[in-house]
C-alpha cells in the first residue's frame, strides 16, 4: 500500500526503541545474532500522519514473532525485535536504518509502509548488504534501490490493472469515470494503469475528473461524472475523502457502482459513508472473510488480542515476519548474503495475504482479492492473479 504519502518528507525527530538492547548489537562477520537471540529489525510508523497503518503492521508482526519464539525460534534462536518509530517522515526513517545497519546490526530489516519511507531508508539498508523487505510499499521503485531490497505486497500497475480487469470483465462495465486526487501520486498513479488496462480491453474512460488535496466538496465533479453516461465510478482515493465522495455521489441520485483500492480498507470507512457504498467494489491485500484455515487462525488471535479485526497492514505484518523465517530457515545458517539469496529464491510461499513467489526484481507475485460492501461488512468477491493482467 500506500505510495502516497510520499510527501511526509519533513523534518527528523526522536527514534523510539521498541526492546532494550544488549550490549552486544551483533557480530561483525554475519550479523543478526546475539547469544541466543537473532535480531529483526522493524522500522514503521506509529505516530504522525500515518500511524494507524505502522500500528496494524507492528501488531500483526508481533503476533508472528510470540508465534515463533513459542515454538523455538528460529534455527533455535528466539527473535529480539529492535523497533524503531520512523514517525511518518522520511528523514526519520533514514535514521532508524541508519542505527538498525550499524548499531543494532540486524540481520534483516522490515518496513517501512509507506514507500516515501521505505525510499529514504532502503539505500543504507543496500550499502550495508542488509536484507530490507517492505510488507506494504507499493511504489515500483523501492525494489529498485538495489538486490538487497523487497517487498511482499503486489504493486500498484498490478493494482490498478486489476481493477480494469474486474470492472470490464466481471462486472461487465464499458464505460468508466475516474475521479483522483492530483495531488498524490497513489491516487493518480492507480488512475493511469486502471485507464491503461481498461481502454487496451476495449472500455472507454468518458471522464476524467481530479480534485485538489483537503477537498471536501466534490460537487461540482460528481456533476460532471453525472452528465458523463459512465456506468461505474473507479475511485483511487483514501478512505477519508471516500466517506465524502459517496454521499455527494449518493445525493446527486447517482445510481452506478463504485470502485476503488486498497486505500479504502478502514473500519471508518462504512460508518462515515452510511449506505452510500453499498455494493460498490475494491481491491485489497486480503479478506478477513476468506475461510483458509491459516487466516481465520490469524484473525481470531489477533481479534482476541486487539479487540478488532485485523486490516490487510496487520496481515502483511505478520507474513512479513515469517517471510523472513522462512528465508533464513532456507539459507541455513544466519548470514547475511545467504538470506538475502535465500528471499530471492522463495516460491509459493503461502500467506495470510496470498502464495506468492519472489520475482526477478524482487517483487511479490501474488493476488489481489475483489471486496464488496455489504452493511458493515467487507465481503470476498473473487481473487484476481497477475497472469489476469498481464
Wanted: aromatic share 8%.
Amino acid at each position: 500500500m500506500r505510495k502516497a504519502l510520499i510527501s511526509l518528507f519533513v523534518a527528523a525527530g526522536l527514534l523510539v526503541a521498541f526492546t532494550a538492547g544488549c550490549k552486544d548489537r551483533g557480530n561483525e562477520a554475519g550479523g543478526g545474532t546475539t547469544g541466543e537471540n537473532v535480531n529483526l529489525g522493524l522500522f514503521v510508523s506509529t505516530t504522525g500522519a500515518i500511524a494507524t497503518f505502522g500500528l496494524d503492521t507492528k501488531n500483526g508482526a508481533e503476533i508472528a514473532v510470540a508465534e515463533i519464539n513459542e515454538a523455538g525460534g528460529i534455527k533455535g534462536k528466539k527473535i529480539n525485535m529492535v523497533f524503531y518509530d520512523t514517525e511518518s517522515k522520511a528523514e526519520s526513517a533514514g535514521n532508524a536504518a541508519t542505527k538498525l545497519a550499524t548499531q543494532d546490526k540486524v540481520l534483516v530489516a522490515m518496513g517501512a509502509v509507506a514507500s516515501g519511507l521505505s525510499l529514504a531508508a532502503a539505500p543504507v539498508f543496500q550499502a550495508n548488504k542488509i536484507p530490507m523487505v517492505s510488507p506494504s510499499s507499493t511504489n515500483p521503485t523501492v525494489t529498485e534501490q538495489g538486490d538487497y531490497i523487497f517487498r511482499i505486497c503486489y504493486l500498484d500497475d498490478f493494482q490498478g490493472g486489476a481493477c480494469a480487469v474486474f470492472a470490464y470483465k466481471d462486472l461487465g462495465k464499458r464505460k468508466a469515470a475516474i475521479l483522483a486526487n492530483r495531488d498524490d501520486a497513489y491516487s493518480t498513479g492507480l488512475a493511469n494503469f486502471f485507464k491503461s488496462k481498461f481502454t487496451a480491453l476495449g472500455g472507454q474512460i468518458v471522464t476524467e475528473q481530479t480534485y485538489a488535496a483537503n477537498t471536501s466538496d466534490f460537487n461540482t465533479q460528481v456533476s460532471n461524472i453525472k452528465g458523463s453516461g459512465a456506468d461505474i465510478i473507479f475511485a483511487p482515493v483514501y478512505y477519508t475523502d471516500m466517506s465524502l465522495i459517496a454521499k455527494q455521489v449518493k445525493a446527486q441520485g447517482i445510481n452506478v457502482p463504485m470502485l476503488g483500492g486498497d486505500g479504502w480498507e478502514s473500519d471508518k470507512l462504512v460508518p462515515e459513508a452510511g449506505d452510500a457504498l453499498e455494493g460498490s467494489y475494491f481491491g485489497n491485500h486480503y479478506s478477513q472473510e476468506d475461510k483458509a484455515e491459516n487466516v481465520q487462525n490469524f484473525v481470531k488471535k489477533y481479534t482476541d488480542k486487539h479487540g478488532k479485526a485485523p486490516t490487510s497492514l496487520a496481515a502483511l505484518g505478520y507474513d512479513v515476519v515469517y517471510f523472513v523465517k522462512q528465508a533464513i530457515e532456507q539459507a541455513g545458517e544466519f548470514d547475511r548474503a545467504k538470506v538475502r539469496d535465500a528471499m530471492a529464491g522463495i516460491k509459493d510461499f503461502k500467506g495470510v495475504t496470498g502464495t506468492f513467489s519472489i520475482d526477478s526484481k524482487r517483487n511479490a507475485r501474488k493476488p489481489i482479492s475483489m471486496l464488496q460492501i455489504k452493511g458493515a461488512r467487507f465481503l470476498p468477491v473473487r481473487q484476481i492473479k497477475p497472469e489476469e493482467v498481464e
